[in-house]
């Protein structure tokens, strides 16, 4: 079956019992329906935080496909529960632009999905609708206040740098034209959309610790300047509290299921190869509050979404990581030792030895963290004995166990293994040995320097005539000592796609960076990196439909 034959072959469970297995009354849930709802902040619990578990999951340098981060993560989260732990699994949303693109929804795969799996990679509850909106809204406002002469700031429209956005894959928004048709119509100037997952405001939404610190870090953004060369944030503007007001419900986790019946939290979907990648500080609090042990993942390879995990998410979440587990598969392992695409299915126990270095190269990383890791072998029928044989025995060089995971075919009866192996690996660790890699008051080219050299493997960063100029304004605005988000290819280590395996002897260059003052990071730009993607000559919406009864077929 496919996955959303899967999904729809299960009953879901009423949303209040699913509730009353964390210790919920139904009177304190704010449902969407029979099968969706809405956790208020104050369940957040701190001291309960510190005695939970956090286990992230991430993964080796992706093929196109992706390796099933989310299915090894709602898959683990099933093998912890069958094992008797009380396991939360917390996720991003998905973005409708993958789902009817080529990537598909996030909602997992097979039988480790959560469920209503429609709902959650369609409109959901409505959070990226608000965020959207609180974007827009920034937007108009701007614009407003530029028409207006006797405003008393004096807005230079060439500099402003706020997009609007919409979450949708359409190219033909990337650069337009705004304010054609009079002076009532507004100042005529260059614009653009971004995919909503790529606002600032999807960044701030999810590293916010309360709807105050929202509200202070929505203020904090920064638009452009004045013809006075004076910088311009949302706050001059008064824009922040209709902006907060706007998300007053999303900044709330949603609670959903898993297929077998075990509560799950969705919340917030940053992208992580420009922005953090990483579900929102207050559903993985809330995870851990509900829970013993809360499964996590972040976007792409290690070297993105688990980098910007532990230096960005953990410093303003306060989140320590017990564990981390890094999802590999065969077939990317083929593809790292250089097979062609239509190769990947094709067992090759060379290839596999060759492309082990990707791997390895992760692993190295996360020990410089402080953490051993554990590796998750997403299983397909295209792996043979002898390759898996293989690579578990190269992890087991390197003292770092590879553990099968059949959570796609079987949930939870095929990650138990898993699950006893993680569990294992946290209770190897009396006290969690936790470390960023770099301290937030460096430089910023030592942050970035430090970035490359230690996760990337680079002999150095070289930057550009617009990136020394746009650190001199970085400096002068004050923002030096915020975290660095790389927004680099997520199909290498280097800043070039092309460099599979672990490349050797390269540079990277940052062309220039963006200011997230409001999301609170710097984000320096590895080459041409895209914020609203296209849709591919066939998107995967041609392939869906619904009946007169509502059912819907062939979303993915």
């Given at each position: ?424 690996e946290i209770e190897k660790t009396e006290i969690n040995t936790f470390k960023p890699i770099y301290e937030w008051n460096s ?114």
């Amino acid at each position: 079956m496919t996955d959303i034959e899967i999904a729809q072959s299960v009953t879901p469970i009423n949303i209040k019992i699913i509730a009353k297995k964390l210790g919920i009354d139904e009177d304190n849930i704010e449902m969407y329906g029979k099968y969706k709802a809405k956790l208020p902040l104050h369940f957040i619990n701190e001291e309960k935080i510190k005695s939970s578990k956090l286990i992230l999951v991430t993964a080796l340098t992706p093929t196109p496909a992706g390796e099933g981060k989310t299915t090894v993560s709602i898959g683990l989260n099933e093998g912890l529960n069958k094992i008797g732990k009380k396991s939360i699994v917390v996720l991003r949303e998905p973005s409708l632009g993958p789902v009817f693109g080529i990537k598909g929804g996030a909602a997992g795969g097979g039988y480790s999905q959560v469920i209503p799996m429609e709902d959650i990679n369609l409109h959901f509850t409505g959070d990226f609708s608000a965020i959207e909106k609180a974007n827009n809204f920034l937007a108009a406002i701007i614009d407003n206040v530029i028409q207006n002469n006797e405003h008393e700031i004096k807005i230079d429209p060439r500099t402003v740098v706020w997009k609007r956005v919409i979450d949708m894959n359409d190219r033909s928004l990337r650069n337009i034209i705004i304010g054609i048709g009079g002076k009532a119509n507004g100042i005529m100037r260059q614009d653009g959309f971004n995919i909503t997952a790529a606002s600032e405001i999807m960044a701030i939404l999810c590293l916010s610790n309360s709807i105050s610190d929202l509200k202070e870090k929505l203020g904090n953004i920064f638009i452009g300047f004045t013809y006075t060369n004076q910088p311009v944030y949302a706050r001059d503007l008064k824009a922040q509290n209709a902006m907060t007001i706007l998300l007053k419900d999303a900044i709330q986790p949603n609670l959903v299921q898993t297929l077998e019946g075990n509560p799950a939290i969705i919340h917030g979907g940053p992208f992580a190869n420009i922005a953090q990648g990483t579900n929102s500080i207050l559903a993985t609090k809330m995870g851990l509050s509900l829970g013993d042990y809360v499964v996590t993942e972040a976007g792409f390879g290690a070297d993105l979404g688990a980098e910007k995990f532990m230096n960005i998410k953990c410093g303003y979440g306060k989140l320590k990581p017990s564990v981390v587990v890094i999802v590999a598969t065969i077939r990317a392992l083929r593809h790292h030792g250089g097979a062609l695409s239509s190769e990947l299915n094709t067992p090759s126990l060379g290839k596999i030895k060759k492309g082990f270095c990707n791997l390895e190269k992760h692993i190295e990383n996360i020990k410089k963290f402080g953490i051993n890791p554990v590796i998750a072998i997403n299983h397909f029928v295209t792996d043979s004995d002898e390759e898996i044989n293989e690579l578990i025995k190269l992890c087991a060089d390197l003292n770092v166990q590879a553990v099968l995971s059949k959570g796609w075919l079987l949930g939870g009866n095929g990650t138990e293994e898993l699950a006893k192996a993680v569990i294992l690996e946290i209770e190897k660790t009396e006290i969690n040995t936790f470390k960023p890699i770099y301290e937030w008051n460096s430089s910023v080219k030592q942050k970035i320097e430090t970035i490359a050299k230690e996760i990337y493997g680079a002999d150095g960063v070289d930057f550009s005539a617009k990136a020394e100029q746009d650190l001199k304004r970085i400096e002068k605005l004050g923002l030096s000592k915020l975290p660095i988000c790389m927004a680099k290819t997520q199909k290498s280590f280097s800043d070039n796609e092309s460099l599979i395996g672990r490349p050797t002897h390269f540079r990277i260059t940052v062309r220039e960076f963006e200011i997230a003052a409001g999301a609170g990071f710097l984000i320096p730009i590895i080459g041409n990196m895209m914020r609203m993607p296209g849709l591919p000559s066939i998107p995967a919406s041609e392939g869906m439909d619904i009946n007169d009864d509502g059912i819907i077929s062939g979303l993915s």
